[in-house]
């Protein structure tokens, strides 16, 4: 009954989003992968792009990741990307480009968890399997009072348990959609719509008025400091950039040379770093003058980036054969960081006003 009456109030209301409109696994994949940790009205232009340049897995399969991921550039979470492309390299290789069809077949791709698997299959197949995510936890949190945090391990499994037992078995990606859909709609975190809720007579928390009691998380850490220095090199109309490689932010994206310090620090404090040292071939004088500075925050960190312009009468040279010099009006080919283009867009409002 639950869910007739979710499914019902989804089809009166619900948005119109072009991966609703298919049952295609490959566009429903590059949905979900672009929604994570992503408001549909930021993902939507993004999704418009991909499909449009690789509007199949096997296109996607053999594009270049640089590519990708200047695509990509502004979304955030790079990891999505590059697991993106592993997936779908994995489905070329290995499934002659046709996607599985189950849950337990999809899981086993790479980055493709429980959540993602279960909307595949149930929106593309009709699979019989709930889709948990943060709306649905929030929406059956309030229906039924549940004081388990939504995200520790016994509360996921809970919710996800719970979430299957009021699944609509005959329509199951409809019901998986609708319980999304008043989530997002109408079940808000902070501004619940409970008026416009069609099961809102069968919601406990409405019922003992105390919808902003859940859902209950466990507190996370604080996001720690990190304090990062970049150098902007320019000569004969050309700067240097590096492609991260390690396994942390923005992997694969490039950047100007760079070094974290414990705190921010001013030009004569800089220049007197090893690190600083380190990155030229011989020593020589500089001229060092802070130029930006900015604070970024990201889920697990804030950031706080200055930006150091270096200038010799002699042409500079770096230690790391991995640095790569480029011409500066070239620079919007490369895919960066949104910490790294705001940067760009400080010198191109600065170079305007000359």
């Keep these: 009954m639950l869910s007739k009456e979710i499914i019902n109030w989804y089809k009166k209301n619900k948005r119109d989003l072009p991966w609703r409109n298919t049952n295609d696994p490959y566009f429903i994949w590059l949905s979900e992968i672009i929604l994570q940790q992503t408001r549909v009205e930021q993902g ?12 199949t897995v096997k296109k996607l399969a053999e594009a270049n990741n640089d590519d990708v991921m200047k695509l990509w550039q502004g979304l ?4 999505r990307a590059s697991n993106m492309l592993k997936t779908a390299r994995e489905i070329a290789k290995n499934r002659q480009s046709v996607f599985p069809k189950t849950y337990d077949e999809l899981i086993k791709l790479t980055g493709i968890g429980p959540y993602t698997a279960a909307a595949i299959s149930s929106f593309a197949y009709n699979e019989s399997r709930a889709v948990v995510d943060g709306n649905v936890s929030r929406v059956l949190s309030r229906i039924f009072a549940i004081d388990e945090p939504i995200n520790s391990s016994k509360g996921k499994n809970l919710f996800e348990k719970i979430a299957n037992e009021i699944l609509d078995k005959k329509n199951p990606g409809i019901n998986n959609q609708a319980i999304m859909e008043l989530g997002a709609l109408v ?3 902070r501004q619940p719509l409970c008026d416009d809720c069609p099961v809102r007579l069968n919601c406990e928390a409405f019922k003992k008025n105390s919808i902003y009691d859940f859902p209950q998380k466990i507190k996370k850490n604080k996001p720690r400091n990190r304090f990062i220095n970049y150098f902007y090199i320019e000569q004969n109309n050309t700067i240097y950039i590096i492609q991260r490689t390690e396994k942390q932010i923005w992997k694969g994206l490039f950047e100007l040379p760079n070094f974290d310090t414990e705190s921010s620090l001013n030009e004569f404090e800089i220049i007197n770093q090893i690190d600083f040292k380190n990155m030229f071939q011989k020593s020589e004088t500089f001229q060092i003058k802070k130029i930006f500075s900015i604070k970024h925050q990201l889920t697990h960190q804030t950031i706080y980036a200055d930006f150091f312009k270096l200038s010799s009468s002699k042409k500079i040279k770096l230690i790391n054969e991995s640095y790569m010099l480029v011409d500066i009006g070239d620079i919007n080919k490369y895919a960066v960081s949104r910490l790294f283009d705001k940067f760009l867009n400080y010198l191109n409002l600065h170079s305007n006003k000359k």
């Design 44 to 55: 939507l232009p993004y999704y418009h792009k991909f499909i449009a340049k690789y509007k």
């Design 76 to 79: 955030g979470y790079y990891n």
């Design 187 to 189: 079940c808000k975190p």
